[in-house]
């Protein structure tokens, strides 16, 4: 192979075909049996690491490209799709910046930068970019999906189903658009809504297998239970993908409160458990990130409210995710006047705060995804506990590793300090569950 091939050479045209019909193993064999060092060989590696879920090593070779031809879009966007690949959405989105700046008129850039201003729970941004394009005639079911999806994150109920309507209208068979739909659904139109609009989502082409949990779910939690069965023998056995919902909702089911609440959406569940926690106490929030859900929490206590977070992400690793996923740069959030955020891991941050604040916990708010964070948060608040206090988990239901994280933690603290509790409110699109602390130490 000579140093002089060019991009055009008929070697880089076959790589090219390889990648195409995404043969990255061949390509990735080829290309470093074959091509000489350079910019082309880096770029193409890397687009076929990445392909190959490799995004690591593709990461290693997009950027020695990059330091050769700092303006190739096609490196930018590769790079973009690497660090979304490798979750690491805070990176992703800088990638998507610059691909949008070498590329603006690309199609389906509006609604890449809007995904991953989403995945960096940047909902404003997203839904402003959305927005715009729109606005510029843009209709792709791409940036409709992204409007809708950041809708509802934003807590935008109404706004939200409107927007997953006006996505169905165009494409009646999209899947995730009926998916998204009856979670925003449930408040406005309720569960028997939701499960019909699930059950349109599992007969579109393509539809995610995972739907079935949901419906599973939603029988067994409106306690419909033979035909929630029926579901699980047909449709969840033993399915990876489909069981840990449906055993995870099964845990809960005898701690159900005779009045337990289904939600679909994050803000309206946290705004139920707000009003719903009635002893007087600290309100508190651990998991801040761009400050989404504490909106809310501040919004409705009527109180001054406590952010806790690192603002660098997990302390540590968590499940495919590296350690520092989910940070924001250590830029804090834009919160509401009766908000005060306290920055540092919670081990350092939590001992001074409880010492200079003395008395029970009415509510918190766990949502720091990891074992470790919410065995040290409950451990911490243990004695500030009382009867009436309420906890919400915003991971407690739905992942892969359920019962190693807030489920284990709470099950630890529930049997270490003799509580009884029950759970008033659900969200299985959100994974989200809300506890009532009944008793605790003997106290009730
Ligand atoms: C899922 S995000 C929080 C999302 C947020 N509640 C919202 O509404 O978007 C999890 C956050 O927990 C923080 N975190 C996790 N474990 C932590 C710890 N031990 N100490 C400090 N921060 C932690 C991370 O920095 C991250 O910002």
Known sequence: MTADLTESDSFFADIRALLAARRHRVAIRRLKEGAPRGVTRDRLLGLAYVGHRAPTTGLLHLRRALAVAPDDAEV?????????????????????????????NAPGIAAALAGAYRRDARYRD?????????????SDLDTLFERATCLACLGRDDDALAAFHALLAVDPEHAAGWFGSHAQAMHRHGADEALRRLRRATRCGGANGKYWAFICALLLLTGRTAEAEAVAVEQIGDNPKRRPLVDGVRALLPHLAPDHRLFGSSGRLLRHAVAQATTPGLVLEFGVRRGTSLEHIADAAGQEVHGFDSFEGLPE????TPAGVLTTGRQLPDVRPNARLHVGWFDDSLPPFLAAHPGPVRFVNIDSDIYSSARTVLTALADRFRPGSVVVFDEYIGNHSWREDEHRAFQEFVAAHR????CFAVSPFTKQVAFRIRAIGGAA
Do not use: M, S
């Open 76 to 104: 930018a966007q590769a790079l973009a799709l690497a660090h979304q690949a490798a979750n690491a959405p805070f990176d992703a989105v800088r990638w998507f910046e610059r691909l949008a700046r070498l590329t603006p």
């Open 126 to 138: 997203a839904l402003a970019l959305a927005d715009r394009a729109i606005a510029r005639g843009v």
């Open 317 to 320: 690793g968590w499940v495919n």
């Open 419 to 422: 509580v009884a509790y029950d």
